[in-house]
């Protein structure tokens, strides 16, 4: 444990109060791990309208103030509301600081293609420095996430230079996605309220006419950081860097890839509140069990001989999953198999799996939404999890599966190839099943692959015992981050 420090967490998302997906599980793991260690931590994120629908109770900290962001005045106040399961040694929850703005965040999604996008993430980072300020609460780091926060850096060294609270303020920006980097038309520098910083933003971009959030992040912040070792290599290269390659190779020596950890309260089978039967290590048989209630619950024929595929995601090209629709319809007709799928996002995969759905409606289970309790039980339900992403940052659901003892079926890309271990049938090593090439041919001979071991019961024991041992918890993970802050104070102190 290192000495405790001042930290700012600044993200759009944060579990359970707000999430689309796993950035979500992470600002709230984090925060909470560092919470518990005796750091002094401030989560910050946005009061969205589903949030004060949701009843959460809150309370004010500190008065009401008014930000003006391009000639626009915005009113904004904190409010308090405590992290479940956040108890500290003292026991006092985690504070999470929800920036009530209503211009900014009474909206019916968290994001949106409002014309005014740029603002409200603007005025989200102008707010927890206003905060900061008006509490006198200089961070000694500052870890932005995502490109929503791309601008905390940039405000930080370059405009807000002249207070002194933020001397010692020291940046961390984290890449959870490439593939999303607010991207705006150049003239937006004026309606964010940052003409006078014009001169910050890549330059050659802005005289292309677009500014680029994540970017901006990227270039100013004293350190980056992304959610796996692969995907920290991976981005510097033509193929995953999404256009930003160069610009991350050029900050090699202060990039760092920290796999996620897994929040072990909220994903262990043997206390899952939403599962219908607890299970561990031990003693499968819950989950047996449990496989029986989701077939149930999904209205598919009982008692499979082959194994259930699971899928929990938000629906996107990241995940891979246009690779199905060629091997799945002849896949799951020729064998004695389920497929439950959870998820929503773009119109057509969502209509593609619907689609199966009524094509093979005893086999092919779909809910298309955000259910949180249903997840959990396809973790503890399914029995291989499919991730055939075409990049993966990091990947949480393969996280949770090695620990429901259901054996994950990835592509082996970012934080996929670094948490699963590729199963060797002569040694019988292995955590899960992984291929290499993104075609559907290789997809295919994995599942395959995957339906021979399952017939070898005790093959498939050790498996699903190798991976339930794995330990990804973030007591681990939360070290190599104290580390890193260490580092990055250490390194700017001289
Ligand atoms: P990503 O952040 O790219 O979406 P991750 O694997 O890191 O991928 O995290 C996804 C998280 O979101 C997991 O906690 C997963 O259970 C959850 N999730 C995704 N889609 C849904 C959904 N439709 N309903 C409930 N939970 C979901
Ligand atoms: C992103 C990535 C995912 C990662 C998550 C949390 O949404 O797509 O791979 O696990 O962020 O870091």
Redesign the pocket.
Same mark, same amino acid.
């Given at each position: 444990m290192t000495a405790p420090l001042r930290i700012a967490i600044a993200a759009a998302e944060c579990a359970p109060f707000a999430?689309?997906?796993?950035?979500?599980?992470?600002t709230a793991a984090l925060g909470r791990a560092l919470w518990q260690r005796g750091h002094d931590v401030r989560v910050f994120l946005p009061y969205y309208r589903r949030i004060a629908e949701s009843g959460l109770a809150t309370e004010p900290n500190g008065e009401a103030f008014t930000l003006e962001i391009g000639g626009r005045e915005i009113r904004a106040r904190l409010l308090h509301a405590a992290l479940p399961n956040s108890k500290n040694a003292s026991g006092f929850p985690l504070l999470v600081d929800l920036i009530d703005a209503p211009e900014l965040f009474d909206r019916e999604e968290l994001y949106t293609e409002d014309p005014d996008e740029s603002v409200r993430w603007t005025g989200f980072c102008r707010a927890i420095i206003e905060a900061c300020q008006r509490q006198e609460w200089g961070p000694d780091i500052v870890h932005a996430n995502d490109w929503h926060t791309g601008l905390l850096p940039m405000l930080l060294r370059r405009a807000f230079t002249w207070d002194r609270l933020f001397e010692g303020t020291r940046t961390l920006f984290s890449i959870?996605?490439l593939g999303y980097q607010g991207v705006f038309p150049a003239d937006e520098v004026e309606r964010m309220g940052l003409g006078e910083v014009r001169g910050q933003f890549h330059q050659e971009r802005l005289s292309a006419g677009t500014v680029n959030l994540l970017e901006t992040g990227l270039i100013h912040s004293h350190w980056l950081s992304t959610v796996s070792e692969t995907y920290a290599r991976e981005i510097q290269t033509e193929e995953h860097g999404m256009g930003l390659e160069r610009v991350l190779a050029a900050r090699e020596d202060h990039l760092v890839g920290i796999v996620?950890g897994v929040d072990y309260d909220e994903w262990c089978p043997s206390i899952d509140p939403h599962i219908p039967v607890n299970y561990g290590p031990g003693d499968l048989s819950g989950k047996r069990a449990c496989r029986d209630r989701l077939l149930d619950e999904m209205n598919l024929a009982p008692d499979p001989t082959g194994p259930v595929f699971g899928i929990?995601?938000?629906m996107t090209g990241?995940?891979g999953f246009d690779l199905l629709p060629d091997i799945l319809p002849v896949f799951l007709q020729s064998d004695d198999v389920r497929l439950v799928v959870?998820?929503?996002g773009d119109p057509d995969s969502e209509r593609y799996f619907q689609w199966l759905r009524d094509s093979l409606p005893h086999k092919v289970g779909v809910?298309l939404?955000?259910?949180?309790d249903?997840?959990h039980r396809i #973790?503890a339900g399914a029995d291989i999890f499919l991730?055939p992403s075409r990049y #993966?940052?990091?990947?949480?659901?393969?996280m949770?599966s090695l620990r429901y003892g259901t054996v994950p079926l990835v592509r082996a890309t970012g934080g996929l190839a670094d948490t699963v271990e590729r199963w060797d049938p002569e040694r019988r090593e292995g955590t899960g099943f992984c291929f290499y090439e993104m075609t559907s041919e290789a997809l295919h001979d994995t599942m395959r692959h995957a339906l021979e071991v399952w017939k070898d019961r005790e093959a498939w024991s050790i498996l699903q015992a190798r991976g339930m041992a794995r330990d990804f918890s973030w007591d681990v993970q939360v070290q190599a981050y104290e580390d890193l802050y260490a580092a990055i104070l250490a390194e700017h102190l001289g």
């Open positions: 999430k689309t997906g796993g950035l979500a599980d992470v959870h996605n996620n929990v995601s938000r990241q995940k959870l998820g929503s809910y939404g955000y259910k949180n249903l997840a #973790e991730m #993966e940052p990091c990947g949480l659901n393969q949770y």
